[in-house]
Structure formats: structure tokens, C-alpha cells
């Protein structure tokens, strides 16, 4: 590393030997207006590392940016190198929709002492709320910036940043309006003590930043830059452009929603950021604490933008997904068999993310935009979570189970709560509906809720049992014949006549109970789905799968007591052409089909 290198980065030509205020505020803007605030890693399959030499490499020699623990570390080591007395800050952000700041540490800041005086330097937390100058730490004392009014706070030890806002002129619309009514004109941003920090003091952080599916850096895909009259910003598919004061005491807001191709296009363009890896944007609604608060009251406001890609979901449009065009006027058997077929012909049961780089997560409106608006497929946890919206939507008494799944290797069930169904009432009976388990033991109508009774269908016959209030489940199946000789024996074919499925109970669950699991399942090693790749999808006289490079055709009963099972082995040429032709699936990432022998039987 040399900081002749870093200088050039940041377009900074200007003289480095006085370590005074002048410069530092130089340097600071050159660098804010070079270096993005940005998440996209976490986005497209890349580790972040904190680690002072990947992260030169990645900002300096690759012309990336980062978030607060890798920005503010580089320039940490920058104005080091330069001669300033600085050391790092921890602090705690302001969490606005619960109006209150973090528990735990999760920015990094930088204090900087010139002639005794101490400055707080902090490029990295990007949007609205980046300083622009470096600011004098004293409390209580109003610092205009072009971006507003900056101001620390101090309580016992304890400092609070906060900035004073302006108003937003939205160019579409024909009166201004304010931020959120309850957020005031004030914005409190985090708060920090005195206290010394070292790096690794943050490496616990960094990597639950990554993995937690809670955290807002999971849920948004984030690019902002500061630019010399505002700043950009891309989180998700949204673009927006912020002018300062461009009248009196109010900002202008210029925001356009991006298709996929243009996201490419605008980051190269606007952000100067060409991405090794194929970016997958997520906007999951709530906004990051660094962007400006307007972006949600624009849609409301403004009835004719375009919608966004995460915006308000609707059942027309997931119906057209699923090809269902019948009646919803009564919340009756028919009607959600109708629904319910559909959607199990539509949209497969698969794991493919796991094995492309893509995160799994449990949020409902990211698991929306990829199944109705990318037309992927998706696990149980996403095709239950998505199909037990659609039936509350339309007003049926819905609630969430959770089942333990059957290990016909170890002829036990799991001992962890890893599938997802959905209980209906209607008139007073109980079914379970599971549109997430795939292959020959998808159910293809509702389930009545009874014990010991054979309910058929065109899969087979399927049966619950109820003992000491836990519900099992298992499927009869027929003969199979299978032509090609050479797979009579394959371990994807199901020996047993009898197969048990799961186990569940009747205690109503939410989707905080499968946090852990959604993590665990594409992440350990033991788990059966980062040990193969699956594809499963129903079709009006069978199903399809894709298991790693074997794809099977089963058409059910083709002749009496008897399905039909072809097997096909597939090139790696073919697998991307047969995603497309038979499960209607296009992958925005490289595929690397997985299936290590054993644990799964279609």
C-alpha cells in the first residue's frame, strides 16, 4: 500500500505537508466525492474482509467503495500515514423506526486532534447524512454544512450526532412536502463515547453484518456518493439524485425506478463501479438509516410513478404469475384447490440460490420480487410464506405450522423444525396446505385435517395419523417403472411402498421460528441442500426435477398402479437450457450444479 496510490484514487493533487485543517478537509471531500458508501458486496456473493489490504485493494486498485468499517478504516491509515493524530470511534446508530439507538456498536468513526483541537471525521455513513467537513467535537454548537445543519450533543460521557433537515421538493410533484411528520425536523444519526477503539474490536460485527437476516444491510442493496452540488443513491432498483438548497431551505429529490440492465448501467455511469460478480438488488421495505425518509411518502404521494420492484405487492399481479383466472368471491374447498394447483404448476420447489450465491432470506417482500416478479421458485419457507399471504389476502383463516421432516437414512425424524405448511379453516374443518415439499410427495389438493383416513390424489395416496396431538404424514406410492435400465437402481428412486413425509403439531408458528433454520439449511454442510441442487415442478400429469445434473420426467398412473419414471443425465451446457425450456427458470448468477450421493428421494 502507498499513499501516493490512495491520493490518485481520490483525484487529490494538492500539497500533503501541512497536517492542518485546510488539508484535511480536502482530502475528507476527495474522498467522500470518490469513495461510495456501499454495500453490494454482500449482493453479489462477495466477502467482506476487515482487513486493511483487502480493503485498499478492493477500494484503491478496483475503484470500489465500502461501508463504514472499510471506508472509514482506509482513511484511518491514510491520515495516519500523512501524520494526523486519529483514532477510531465506535458508535451506536439511531434506529428510527424504533426510536431508539442500537444495543450493540455498529459504525466505525474517526477522531482527529490539530493543535489540540479534536475533530470527528466520519466518511462513511453515506446518503443524506454524510458530513461534508470535518467536525469541531463540542457540544450543543450548530455546524452549517451544504448538506444541513450538524450538531453534537454531549450527556455524561455520552455524545449524540444529530442533523437539522431541510425540506424536499419532489420533481414530479407539484407541492413540496416535509419528511415523515413524526421524525421532526431533526434526524438523530448515532451516538458515541471518547473511548479508543481498535479494528478488531469490529470483527464480530462485520461478519454478523453479512449473515444476519435482520440487519438492514441484508435487506437493502445500498450505493450513495456524494457529488459536488448533492448526492446519489441507489438502494435496490431505486435511483435518486439530491440537489442542497437549490431554494431556499429545500432540497431537490429527483428518483427514477431502474429495470435490471439499467442497474449495471447507472453504477458504472453514476458511481463509477464496474462489479465482478452479478449484483442481485434487494429493496425490502423500511428504510436504511442513512437515506433520506421521503422515498415511501413519494410513492404515496405520487399516484402515477412507476411502481417499484419492492413496492406495494398485489394479488393480481401474482395471479397472472401462477395463470389462475377464476373466481375469488368465495373463500370456499374449490376455490383454494383452484389457487393452490396453480400455483404448485407454476412455481417449482427449489433450492438453486444456495448454489449460485444468492442469500435465502425469510422477508416476505424479497421472497415476492422473486417469485412473482424474477419467476424463480423458491423452498418451502418462501412458497408457504408467499402462498399464506395470497389466502389471507383473500380472507381465508390461515395460520403457519412447523413439521419435522422424515431421514429415511436414519428412519427418524429431524430434530430440528426445518418445513414450513399452512393450516386453513374452512367452515369449521381444518386443512393443511404445503405447497413446498416438491417432487412425488407434493400434495396436489388440500389436505383434510383427519386422522387414519386415505385421501387420494393423482400423486399417490396420502395419510395423516394423529398420536398424543402429534399429526405424521405419509404416502402410499405405486410401482415404478423406469425404461432406462442403467437408473433402476438410483438412489433418487424411493424403495419403500409406504414413505413417511413429516411430523408437526397443531401450535401456531411465525416466521421468527424458522430464523435460524433458513441460516443453517443453505449454510452447514450437512444439510441436504447445499448437498444437492434441486428443481421440482408439477405438471398436469406428474412433475419435472433437476438434481444436480440428473433431470427426471414421472408421469403418474401411466398405466394401473404404475408411474412412469425417465431419467436423463445432463452436460453443464444443458442444465442452464433445461432450467429455461422445462421450469420456465432464468438465473441472474452462474449455476454449480451439486448432488452428492444419498439423503433424497423424489
Same mark, same amino acid.
Given at each position: ?14 500539497? +500533503? %505537508? *501541512?497536517? #492542518?485543517?485546510?488539508? &484535511? ?6 474522498? =467522500? !466525492? ?23 485493494? %478492493? ?25 494526523? #493524530? ?23 468513526? &474517526?477522531?482527529? /486532534? ?45 455524545? $449524540? ?7 424536499? $421538493? ?113 429493496? /425490502? ?12 411518502? /413519494? ?22 404469475? @401462477? ?8 373463500? *370456499? ?18 433450492? &438453486? ?19 412473482? !416478479?424474477?419467476? !424463480? ?15 389471507? +389476502?383473500?380472507? $381465508? ?29 374452512? #367452515?369449521?374443518?381444518?386443512? =393443511? ?27 399417490? /395416496? ?35 411402498? +409406504? ?31 447445499? !448437498? ?19 433431470? @427426471? ?18 452436460? #453443464?451446457?444443458?442444465?442452464? %437450457? ?25
Amino acid at each position: 500500500m502507498n499513499i501516493q496510490e490512495y491520493l490518485a484514487r481520490i483525484s487529490y493533487d494538492e500539497s +500533503c %505537508k *501541512d497536517t #492542518d485543517l485546510q488539508t &484535511l478537509t480536502a482530502i475528507f471531500q476527495h474522498h =467522500i !466525492r470518490a469513495v461510495p458508501f456501499e454495500n453490494l458486496s454482500m449482493h453479489c456473493g462477495e466477502p467482506i474482509e476487515l482487513d486493511l489490504q483487502a480493503t485498499y485493494n %478492493k477500494i484503491v486498485r478496483k475503484n470500489r467503495g465500502g461501508w463504514c468499517l472499510e471506508t472509514n478504516h482506509l482513511l484511518f491509515w491514510a491520515l495516519q500515514e500523512l501524520g494526523y #493524530d486519529v483514532c477510531i470511534l465506535g458508535g451506536n446508530s439511531y434506529e428510527p423506526a424504533e426510536k431508539t439507538y442500537t444495543a450493540e456498536m455498529n459504525h466505525i468513526l &474517526l477522531k482527529v /486532534v490539530i493543535k489540540g483541537n479534536p475533530y470527528i471525521v466520519d466518511a462513511g455513513f453515506g446518503g443524506a447524512y454524510q458530513m461534508w467537513q470535518p467536525l469541531m467535537l463540542i457540544s450543543g454548537k450548530d455546524q452549517p454544512q451544504t448538506p444541513g445543519i450538524f450538531r453534537f450533543m454531549e450527556n455524561n460521557g455520552n455524545w $449524540y450526532f444529530e442533523k437539522v433537515k431541510r425540506k424536499h $421538493y419532489i420533481q414530479e410533484q407539484s407541492v413540496p412536502f416535509t419528511d415523515t411528520p413524526d421524525a421532526g425536523n431533526i434526524r438523530k444519526i448515532y451516538t458515541f463515547t471518547l473511548k479508543p477503539r481498535h479494528i478488531n474490536d469490529f470483527q464480530e460485527l462485520n461478519t454478523y453484518l453479512q449473515v444476519s437476516p435482520d440487519n438492514i444491510l441484508q435487506k437493502k442493496s445500498i450505493c450513495t456518493l456524494q457529488t459536488t452540488e448533492g448526492v446519489y443513491g441507489l438502494v435496490g432498483w431505486t435511483f435518486s439524485e439530491m440537489k442542497y438548497n437549490y431554494t431556499e431551505d429545500m432540497d431537490l429529490m429527483q428518483i427514477t425506478t431502474l429495470t435490471d440492465e439499467e442497474v449495471e448501467k447507472i453504477l458504472k455511469e453514476k458511481f463509477s463501479i464496474v462489479l465482478e460478480n452479478k449484483l442481485v438488488p434487494v429493496n /425490502v421495505r423500511g428504510l436504511p438509516p442513512n437515506l433520506v425518509d421521503t422515498i415511501t411518502d /413519494v410513492k404515496k404521494q405520487n399516484q402515477n410513478a412507476i411502481p417499484s420492484f419492492t413496492g406495494d405487492m398485489n394479488l393480481e399481479e401474482y395471479f397472472t404469475r @401462477t395463470g389462475y383466472k377464476g373466481s375469488l368471491e368465495k373463500q *370456499d374447498l374449490e376455490t383454494l384447490t383452484d389457487i393452490f394447483q396453480h400455483h404448485i404448476r407454476a412455481v417449482p420447489f427449489e433450492n &438453486l440460490s444456495i448454489h449460485c450465491g444468492e442469500k435465502i432470506t425469510l422477508e416476505l417482500e424479497h421472497i415476492y420480487n422473486k417469485i412473482v !416478479r424474477r419467476k !424463480r421458485g423458491g423452498w418451502c419457507m418462501e412458497n408457504n410464506q408467499l402462498l399464506g399471504w395470497v389466502l389471507k +389476502c383473500l380472507g $381465508y383463516d390461515t395460520s403457519f405450522l412447523g413439521a419435522y421432516v422424515f431421514n429415511p437414512h436414519q428412519n427418524a425424524y429431524t430434530t430440528l423444525m426445518t418445513h414450513l405448511l399452512v393450516k386453513v379453516v374452512i #367452515d369449521g374443518k381444518a386443512y =393443511i396446505v404445503d405447497g413446498g415439499f416438491g417432487v412425488s410427495y407434493q400434495m396436489w389438493q388440500p389436505m383434510e385435517l383427519v386422522s387414519g383416513k386415505d385421501q387420494p390424489q393423482a400423486p399417490g /395416496v396420502f395419510r395423516f395419523t394423529e398420536i398424543n396431538a402429534i399429526w405424521y404424514l405419509e404416502k402410499l406410492r405405486r410401482k415404478q417403472y423406469v425404461p432406462n435400465q442403467n437408473f433402476s437402481n438410483s438412489d433418487l428412486l424411493e424403495k419403500k411402498e +409406504c414413505r413417511k413425509v413429516y411430523m408437526f403439531s397443531l401450535e401456531p408458528r411465525t416466521m421468527e421460528d424458522f430464523r435460524y433454520q433458513c441460516t443453517y439449511l443453505q449454510t452447514s454442510p450437512d444439510s441436504l441442500f447445499t !448437498r444437492k441442487s434441486i428443481c421440482a415442478l408439477q405438471t398436469t400429469d406428474g412433475f419435472h426435477a433437476l438434481i444436480g445434473w440428473t433431470l @427426471t420426467k414421472t408421469t403418474y398412473n401411466y398405466k394401473e398402479n404404475t408411474d412412469l419414471v425417465e431419467f436423463e443425465t445432463l452436460e #453443464d451446457e444443458e442444465v442452464e %437450457k433445461t432450467l429455461k425450456e422445462k421450469f420456465n427458470i432464468t438465473l441472474d448468477r452462474k449455476l454449480v450444479p451439486i448432488n452428492i450421493k444419498g439423503l433424497y428421494t423424489i
